[in-house]
């Protein structure tokens, strides 16, 4: 059965405290993994999409690595803006949809 | 830009009331969805269309139905609302397979 599990639930860090979010999955094939950052009152909005082992992918603070049975979600120096739940998805071979976790819902204190 | 459109943004029924929640896309996406999204159980797909024309179930598609209106349009419906069916309810659109899906901001609705 496909599974995706995100790591920790919340999680509280200082401006400037760097640190990772994870997202573990079991799935019969994995087509794609896909993190998305979702703002109270908003929809989900895409940050990235890995496809294979070993592929990483930046964008400004944020930072995403994927293994065989987990993917990383690495912040480098959080600003407050940074403050959001960050959601995991994995999209399975001969599947149509995604599958998504439950999220990490991050907080920055300046 | 407006990507992916909901309406209405928030709704209040009754139980046993019906109502129907409105998605367009402007991306010309071929395929489209609802989720819904409940505290601690993370968005769970009820519904998708592939292209227009189709539409299958997804794994809570009880107490739900939908009409692919067009390429841009895609509905969903509750014929008896039930207080099981207060949720957050998203839509998404997709373009080519393995491109992200975009979503919508959501209609937050309550059944009392």
């Known amino acids: 059965e496909d599974q995706v599990t995100q790591s920790p639930e919340a999680l509280r860090l200082q401006e400037g405290e760097s640190s990772s979010l994870n997202c573990s999955y079991t799935v019969s094939g994995l087509r794609g993994l896909f993190w998305y950052r979702q703002d109270p009152g908003k929809g989900p909005e895409f940050l990235f999409t890995l496809y294979s082992a070993g592929e990483e992918k930046e964008k400004e603070r944020l930072k995403a690595t994927l293994t065989k049975k987990e993917s990383f979600l690495h912040i480098t120096a959080p600003k407050p803006e940074d403050s959001a739940t960050y959601l995991c998805?994995?999209?399975?071979?001969?599947?149509?949809?995604?599958?998504f976790g439950t999220g990490t819902r991050l907080t920055v204190i300046p | 830009n407006a990507g992916v459109t909901q309406t209405p943004k928030f709704q209040v029924l009754k139980t046993g009331q019906s109502m129907t929640l409105q998605c367009a896309q402007d991306m010309n996406h071929n395929s489209m969805y609802w989720y819904r999204q409940d505290p601690g159980m993370g968005l769970r797909l009820i519904y998708y269309s592939a292209s227009e024309g189709t539409t299958d179930k997804g794994e809570v598609p009880n107490g739900y139905n939908v009409s692919r209106l067009n390429k841009r349009e895609f509905s969903l419906r509750l014929e008896s609302a039930a207080p099981s069916q207060t949720s957050v309810y998203f839509c998404?659109?997709?373009?080519?397979?393995?491109?992200?899906?975009?979503f919508g901001d959501g209609t937050r609705l309550s059944i009392l």
């Open positions: 998805a994995v999209h399975p071979r001969g599947a149509n949809n995604l599958f």
């Open positions: 998404a659109s997709r373009g080519q397979q393995n491109q992200p899906q975009h």
